[in-house]
Every structure is written in structure tokens, then in C-alpha cells.
């Protein structure tokens, strides 16, 4: 099936909701006109991509609560990676008119064999003067058509991405998997038959988050693209929820409704029983992403290969030699 793709390009003469003194306006000016290039069209103001078992859940219930957003009733869109082909839509609430007029539009998505982005567009029109978007992680494997087309038709979109590493990212996928039935049960003291389920298209897609981040990159501009660390959800979620308020154009200081920045309810999950010998084998298998995460993404990721005892070192030799390479051969055809 071939998708027929809707282009209306509108650029805006502001970017990230600032005026020109540099204040943050959220999105409006003084006459409460919108200044994010879509002249009061509705509109998603952000994606949040990825990665699945990486926080996109914690972040739903943060943005969901909170008085700036106007989040969509259903956590997980999957519009543009799947048309919404499910065949219902259970929203996580149904309070008021908004939420039913908004599984209404998306049931009526669902009847069209195209993308389109302006009915997609006009899915968040109950956003009124707040915040509002789309966290499906599965949008971490969309293709650069795709994404080149969606960024197109909205110029302003910003994009989180939440990475963790692979290695523990994976296993709480495989988890996950055997725990809802969507993986057959396997042996998980068999490193090689683990391997086999890491090879699954469903989480070889999903376990590359340099691969993805660059995929992105290409397409969205560095202002409007952060990348996130499960770590830091570990480790400091109050900080971690500052940023990415902050980074979207909400008050940090208000709070989530009676949610705190901790409270993580998929943390405590059931999870598959994960034995060092296996968990070398995975970190084996990773070990290259590991270490083009370390480069590429920084941040806390420089400490993912080190945990499985890998060194940076021949990592950026190789990087180096193929450099090397690279200007001999070029100085060659010149």
C-alpha cells in the first residue's frame, strides 16, 4: 500500500514560542495570537519518540497533570507510524466532552488510508492556550520519509527523546513482551537464545537510540530536539521533569496535580530474572551502540560502556583510523 502524502509547509517568523526580546510567550503574543508559524491552527507542539521502557510513560502522567498541558486521552497516538490501525481506542479517561470528541476524531482517522497530517493537525484543537502532544515511542522507528514530511508540515515541532541503555532497555522490553504475550516464553539462561529475541524486528528497531537520534536530527532543528536519560529518572526525576518543562515552555514550578516527580508506577513491574552470564552476552551484542551512544549522545550515556567493561579508547582509534582513511582516499581522487 502506497501512502499519498498531504504537503503544506507554514513557517512561522518565531521559533520556540520566544517574541523577539527573548521571553518566553508560550506561543502567544499580547493579542493572544499564536506566533508559532500556524496562524491559530491546531496543532501538536511537541513528539515525544522514544524510547519505549524509557520514561515515555512517567513523562505522560507528569504532562497529563499538569495546568499548562492539555494532553490527549490516549497516551499512545501511533497515527503516524501505524494510521492508528488498532481496532478500538481505550483511552486511560474519558472525563468530558474534549476527551470523547477527541477518540471520536481519532475512530474517524482511522477510516482514511493516507496520512493526514492537517486532520492529525486538528486532533489537539481542544488544546486551547495550552500545551499539548503526541508520546508514542514507536515513533522512534519511523522512516526519514516520514519524519521529513512530518517536520515539514510543522515547522515548530519540538521532539524529546528519552534514551536508556540498550542493554537494560531490551531486557525490560523482552520482559514486557513475555509478561503481556507478545514474546513466547524462552529460556532466559540461554544467552543465545536471548540473542534470538534481540534479533526480533519489534526490539532490534527500538535498540539503537544513536541511530535514532541521528535519524531525527537530520530532520528537526537543534533548538527544537533534547535528548533525555533514563538515568536521570533513576537518579533525579525532580530535575529530570524541571528540564523537560522547561525545554517544552511550561512552568516547571507548578506542580503535577498530587503526582510527584518520583512516583514511577512502572518501576515496580515484574521482570524477568537477568543472570550475569546472559547480561554480558547482551552487552557483547551491544557493544558498538554502546559505544556510538557514548560519542554521539553524551550526557550519561558516556558511562554505558564502561559499566559492561568496555574501553572508550579503541572505540575512538577505530573512529580516528577510518578518518584517516577517509583523507588519504579523497586526497587519491583529487
Not at 94 to 116: H, N, P, T, V, W
Not at 293 to 314: I, K, V
Request: glycine share 8%; proline share 6%.
Amino acid at each position: 500500500m502506497r501512502w499519498t502524502w498531504p504537503i503544506k509547509s507554514r513557517n512561522g517568523n518565531h521559533r520556540n514560542g520566544h517574541n523577539g526580546n527573548g521571553h518566553h510567550s508560550n506561543g502567544h503574543n499580547g493579542n493572544g495570537d499564536d506566533i508559532n508559524g500556524f496562524t491559530g491552527d491546531p496543532h501538536p507542539d511537541f513528539l515525544c519518540v522514544g524510547a519505549q521502557k524509557a520514561g515515555t510513560s512517567w513523562l505522560y502522567r507528569q504532562l497529563e497533570r499538569h495546568p499548562d498541558f492539555w494532553m490527549p486521552p490516549v497516551k499512545e497516538l501511533h497515527y503516524l507510524d501505524n494510521l492508528n490501525r488498532t481496532k478500538r481506542i481505550h483511552g486511560p479517561r474519558c472525563c468530558d466532552k474534549r476527551d470523547a470528541s477527541f477518540i471520536e476524531s481519532m475512530q474517524d482517522l482511522r477510516g482514511r488510508f493516507y496520512l493526514d497530517l492537517e486532520s492529525y493537525g486538528r486532533l489537539f484543537q481542544h488544546k486551547g492556550e495550552c500545551l499539548s502532544g503526541d508520546i508514542s515511542p514507536a515513533y522512534s522507528t519511523l522512516n526519514d520519509e516520514i519524519i521529513d514530511r512530518v517536520v515539514e508540515h510543522f515547522p515548530n515541532l519540538k521532539v524529546v527523546f528519552l534514551a536508556r541503555d540498550p542493554v537494560e532497555r531490551a531486557w525490560s522490553q523482552l520482559s514486557m513482551g513475555v509478561r503481556l504475550g507478545m514474546i513466547n516464553k524462552f529460556d532466559i539462561t540461554d544467552p543465545e537464545e536471548v540473542v534470538c529475541n534481540l534479533l526480533h524486528p519489534g526490539v532490534l528497531a527500538r535498540s539503537h537510540p544513536s541511530k535514532i537520534v541521528a535519524r531525527w536530527k537530520r530532520y528537526v532543528r537543534p533548538e527544537n530536539f533534547r535528548v533525555y536519560f533514563f538515568d536521570d529518572l533513576k537518579e533525579n526525576p525532580a530535575e529530570l521533569r524541571q528540564s523537560i518543562l522547561y525545554f517544552l515552555g511550561a512552568d516547571p514550578d507548578k506542580p503535577s496535580g498530587g503526582i510527584k516527580p518520583q512516583e514511577n508506577s512502572d518501576a515496580g513491574r515484574e521482570k524477568l530474572r537477568l543472570t550475569a552470564k546472559v547480561r554480558d552476552r547482551m552487552a557483547r551484542f551491544f557493544e558498538h551502540e554502546l559505544k556510538a551512544c557514548a560519542a554521539e549522545l553524551g550526557g550519561r550515556a558516556r558511562s554505558w560502556p564502561t559499566r559492561y567493561g568496555f574501553s572508550m579508547l579503541l572505540f575512538f582509534w577505530d573512529l580516528l583510523d577510518d578518518s584517516i582513511d577517509l583523507l588519504f582516499w579523497c586526497d587519491w581522487i583529487c
